[in-house]
């Protein structure tokens, strides 16, 4: 049992998880609102040994060396590299501190959004209408850049809703091409397709302005990576274009990328698509069994 556990800021628990990590913790505190300062942290954190926190807080070495009863981090959310965490990786090996992530705990609501989004523009429910007349998914050809676990999930229900279904990957997956999931280089795979959906790790920019120029126009795409996958002023200049549309959600809503999420061509959704109650009980349980693990051990 830790001796104290000190929850920095809000992270996916339910009201059950809060009950149940009692259980792993003599004192448990809670902060309802983001810290301000390096100070504030120091402050909350005082001489926890176990600290829960999510990716909207950055923990510093000048913060580590100064809680020095820190033994383990829990992260409320996904990891991309040391590069992209907001916790320095590198101080907190060093202190031999345990750093724990969540993983794919979101990823089951993403197609549903993805699906959902191309539906109402194909069909013009909503605001816009992709052409002068409803198109259905059947027959469309659909490129998914990026075929991890999202990505295939991606191409699994597209290719149900009966799209003719293109990947681009690093790695080849002979398993989803039996699958009649077709691969094709980036170049070919942008030229081909009437519709993208990028699927890669956190601001891996793999669209430039050649690959836009590529894709054409009277295209759709959809941007569900973290961050950016695109040069912004690449994707700007396809979007003036006027024909071509762009759907993405809150995971790319960052200070780097509003010029193109207020893009009238642009449909914004203000909240996380991978977001959902069932990703909170799977966050939770993710974060408990983490938890456990480490004191088990």
Known sequence: MFNKIVVLEPILLT??????????????????AKPASDKEIVDRIGNADCVLLSFTTKITKAVLEKCSNIKYIGMSCSYYGDKYSNLDMTVAREKGITVTYLKDYGDEAVPEYIVSELIRLLHGLGEYQWRDRPYELTGLKVGIIGLGKIGTMVAHVLNYFGADVYYYSRVRKD??????????QLEELLKECDIISTHLRRDVVLLDEKEFELFGNGKIFVNTTVGHCYDVAALKKWLDNGSNYHICDKVSNIPETQEIINHPKTIYTDKVCGNSKQ???RATNQTLNNIKSYLEN
């Open 15 to 32: 009201d059950e998880g809060k009950a149940e990590i009692k259980n792993y913790g003599r004192e448990i505190v809670y902060y309802d």
């Open 175 to 184: 398993d989803e091409e039996a699958k009649e999931i077709k691969y094709l």
């Open 279 to 281: 990703s909170d009980v």
